[in-house]
């Protein structure tokens, strides 16, 4: 014990000797744990953030969607001709589906209605749909304000709506638009509820459903069948295009997680034999979208911690370096240790450690350093997706895994680079050393 404690005292004192030359070997040391630690953060924070948006799709959900078929309408002469499209899922598809899939948790069926939707003088584009109550359960949606559609509201074909939240922001600014009256074209609507915000304004979330469910409005399904019948018109600087649907989306909740692959692909099997030639339905599954997500991340985790890792191992050489012309400095020194009885293991356990005591501070600084960083980058992430105009939120999740083995591969990094130049300051003549200027 009194050897290891001489031996670390001895290791310590030469290094403050020379406090900057220490700094700076341990910088790339301090450089690559950091840029382990920051790297893998980023890159859990953005893996976390993609699976949250896919898993507030539902990951028992299966959602079928009415897809515009490939172009059939053609410009002519110049002059965009007003057509009308008969495409999508259509209440047979539906009731073909309630029958195959008697134990499914929710089927909720989506229309979509109307061009405008107008409050005095504001006007934004329709991204208005018939619903059910069951949508609630099936995509997660939670009320901010007032109600949801309900039963009642179905049976009675009633005249109301539940907005999004920025729906309410755009045309009701600081009102509360509870109780006020929304006009979807030329039909007005009792607004009864707010929704709460999704989160899928933007991401992975946004492109997957294709569309910011903030700004959706919702009315009772049996009220959008009755009131606005199949056919949807988009006017656009003079010309009309319009689109006859039936419905526009299904959401299926299967009862387990386990089903949900096997259920999709009997869902695929019935639709190609309903829709044998028009490629007009399609399919999304949240599930297949998160394990693919998981796989991705993973990927792209080992390739950012491989990259950050080159850094470790540039520290780790000019720890070897700097040792190296340490030896060379202190060769008189390492003759006077073996005159007066210092054995090559003592030479050898000085030199081991110093870069073991180097390689260990420039760790701890390093994890300081990336977790620092990392956090920063994470409170900043909402200005800097602003100032840059990125397309989603720069995060960061630090995690323990990469805080362990970043130090635990910093300190035995220098180790080993640090072991060739101790065994050949051992390994020296020490009557040569001696001589040494």
């Given at each position: 014990?009194?050897?290891?404690?001489?031996?670390?005292?001895?290791?310590?004192?030469?290094?403050?000797?020379?406090?900057?030359?220490?700094?700076?070997?341990?910088?790339?040391?301090?450089?690559?744990?950091?840029?382990?630690?920051?790297?893998?953060?980023?890159?859990?924070?953005?893996?976390?953030?993609?699976?949250?948006?896919?898993?507030?799709?539902?990951?028992?959900?299966?959602?079928?969607?009415?897809?515009?078929?490939?172009?059939?309408?053609?410009?002519?002469?110049?002059?965009?001709?007003?057509?009308?499209?008969?495409?999508?899922?259509?209440?047979?598809?539906?009731?073909?589906?309630?029958?195959?899939?008697?134990?499914?948790?929710?089927?909720?069926?989506?229309?979509?209605?109307?061009?405008?939707?107008?409050?005095?003088?504001?006007?934004?584009?329709?991204?208005?749909?018939?619903?059910?109550?069951?949508?609630?359960?099936?995509?997660?949606?939670?009320?901010?304000?007032?109600?949801?559609?309900?039963?009642?509201?179905?049976?009675?074909?009633?005249?109301?709506?539940?907005?999004?939240?920025?729906?309410?922001?755009?045309?009701?600014?600081?009102?509360?638009?509870?109780?006020?009256?929304?006009?979807?074209?030329?039909?007005?609507?009792?607004?009864?509820?707010?929704?709460?915000?999704?989160?899928?304004?933007?991401?992975?979330?946004?492109?997957?459903?294709?569309?910011?469910?903030?700004?959706?409005?919702?009315?009772?399904?049996?009220?959008?069948?009755?009131?606005?019948?199949?056919?949807v018109l988009r006017r656009q600087s003079g010309s009309f295009s319009g689109a006859e649907v039936q419905i526009?989306?299904?959401?299926?909740?299967?009862?387990?997680?386990?089903?949900?692959?096997?259920?999709?692909?009997?869902?695929?099997?019935?639709?190609?034999?309903?829709?044998?030639?028009?490629?007009?339905?399609?399919?999304?599954?949240?599930?297949?979208?998160?394990?693919?997500?998981?796989?991705?991340?993973?990927?792209?985790?080992?390739?950012?911690?491989?990259?950050?890792?080159?850094?470790?191992?540039?520290?780790?050489?000019?720890?070897?370096?700097?040792?190296?012309?340490?030896?060379?400095?202190?060769?008189?020194?390492?003759?006077?240790?073996?005159?007066?009885?210092?054995?090559?293991?003592?030479?050898?356990?000085?030199?081991?450690?110093?870069?073991?005591?180097?390689?260990?501070?420039?760790?701890?600084?390093?994890?300081?350093?990336?977790?620092?960083?990392?956090?920063?980058?994470?409170?900043?992430?909402?200005?800097?997706?602003?100032?840059?105009?990125?397309?989603?939120?720069?995060?960061?999740?630090?995690?323990?895994?990469?805080?362990?083995?970043?130090?635990?591969?910093?300190?035995?990094?220098?180790?080993?680079?640090?072991?060739?130049?101790?065994?050949?300051?051992?390994?020296?003549?020490?009557?040569?050393?001696?001589?040494?200027?």
């Amino acid at each position: 014990m009194t050897f290891l404690l001489e031996t670390m005292r001895l290791g310590l004192s030469n290094l403050r000797l020379h406090l900057l030359r220490s700094v700076l070997t341990a910088l790339g040391i301090i450089l690559g744990v950091g840029a382990v630690i920051t790297m893998v953060a980023i890159g859990e924070g953005s893996k976390q953030e993609a699976l949250r948006q896919i898993e507030r799709l539902g990951a028992k959900n299966i959602i079928l969607r009415s897809q515009r078929p490939p172009e059939t309408g053609t410009q002519q002469g110049g002059q965009q001709r007003s057509f009308v499209i008969t495409y999508g899922l259509t209440r047979g598809d539906l009731a073909v589906i309630r029958e195959s899939f008697p134990d499914a948790e929710v089927i909720a069926p989506l229309k979509e209605v109307g061009g405008q939707v107008l409050r005095g003088n504001r006007v934004q584009t329709s991204q208005s749909f018939g619903v059910t109550p069951e949508l609630m359960d099936a995509a997660g949606i939670k009320v901010d304000r007032g109600r949801y559609i309900t039963q009642n509201d179905l049976d009675e074909r009633s005249t109301i709506a539940v907005i999004g939240s920025e729906v309410a922001r755009q045309l009701f600014a600081r009102e509360d638009p509870l109780g006020e009256t929304i006009r979807i074209d030329d039909k007005p609507f009792l607004v009864v509820g707010v929704m709460a915000p999704v989160g899928l304004s933007g991401g992975a979330g946004a492109s997957l459903v294709g569309r910011d469910l903030n700004l959706d409005v919702h009315v009772p399904f049996t009220t959008a069948t009755q009131v606005f019948g199949d056919v949807v018109l988009r006017r656009q600087s003079g010309s009309f295009s319009g689109a006859e649907v039936q419905i526009s989306e299904i959401y299926i909740v299967c009862k387990s997680r386990d089903r949900v692959l096997t259920d999709a692909e009997r869902i695929k099997r019935i639709m190609a034999v309903r829709h044998p030639t028009e490629n007009d339905v399609a399919s999304i599954v949240p599930y297949e979208l998160l394990e693919e997500a998981k796989r991705t991340a993973m990927t792209w985790q080992i390739v950012l911690g491989a990259i950050a890792g080159i850094s470790l191992l540039v520290g780790g050489i000019g720890i070897m370096n700097i040792m190296l012309a340490t030896v060379q400095e202190r060769t008189r020194e390492i003759g006077i240790r073996r005159a007066v009885g210092a054995t090559r293991r003592h030479i050898t356990a000085q030199f081991v450690v110093e870069t073991g005591v180097l390689s260990a501070i420039g760790g701890l600084l390093g994890v300081i350093f990336g977790v620092g960083l990392s956090v920063g980058m994470d409170a900043l992430g909402p200005h800097l997706k602003s100032i840059f105009k990125l397309q989603s939120v720069i995060s960061a999740n630090v995690t323990g895994w990469s805080v362990g083995l970043a130090f635990t591969v910093a300190v035995l990094t220098g180790l080993f680079f640090g072991i060739f130049p101790a065994i050949k300051a051992a390994r020296q003549d020490p009557i040569v050393a001696l001589r040494h200027d």
